[in-house]
């Protein structure tokens, strides 16, 4: 069964960077759809980035130039760089895969079947 732990979250001030993980075991297929989510107080969860098996990947208009998601398949690592980080990305994160198949832009949170568990981060000015 897939199953998938993100860590690296924590409270940093605008303009820092942060680098989340998402370790992942149970995989049963290469080919793969996986994508960071986060969702904001009272707000719903959104997109924030996504990658295949094939490289593609894909960027909120948000946070594109500042967020890079990348995945090591040897080690069963997602993860999401944070850079130039704003109040505003103050979410909690969570990452989440779909495997055995892909689809346009890996989007499409209904799609996912897998979730971690969540991790926070806070940006304050």
């Known amino acids: 069964q897939v199953q998938l732990l993100e860590s690296g979250g924590g409270s940093v001030q605008a303009g820092g960077s942060l680098r989340l993980s998402c370790a992942g075991s149970?995989?049963?297929?290469?080919?793969?759809?996986m994508a960071w989510f986060r969702q904001a107080p009272g707000k719903s969860r959104e997109g924030v980035a996504t990658i295949d098996s094939d490289g593609l990947t894909t960027y909120a208009d948000s946070v594109k130039g500042r967020f890079t998601i990348s995945v090591d398949n040897a080690k069963n690592i997602l993860y999401l760089q944070m850079d130039d980080l704003k109040p505003d990305d103050t979410a909690v994160y969570y990452c989440?895969?779909?495997?055995?198949?892909?689809?346009?832009?890996?989007?499409?949170?209904?799609?996912?079947?897998?979730w971690g568990q969540g991790t926070q981060v806070t940006v304050s000015v």
């Open positions: 149970g995989y049963m297929y290469t080919m793969y759809c």
């Open positions: 989440a895969r779909e495997e055995g198949r892909i689809w346009p832009g890996c989007a499409r949170e209904g799609e996912y079947i897998h």
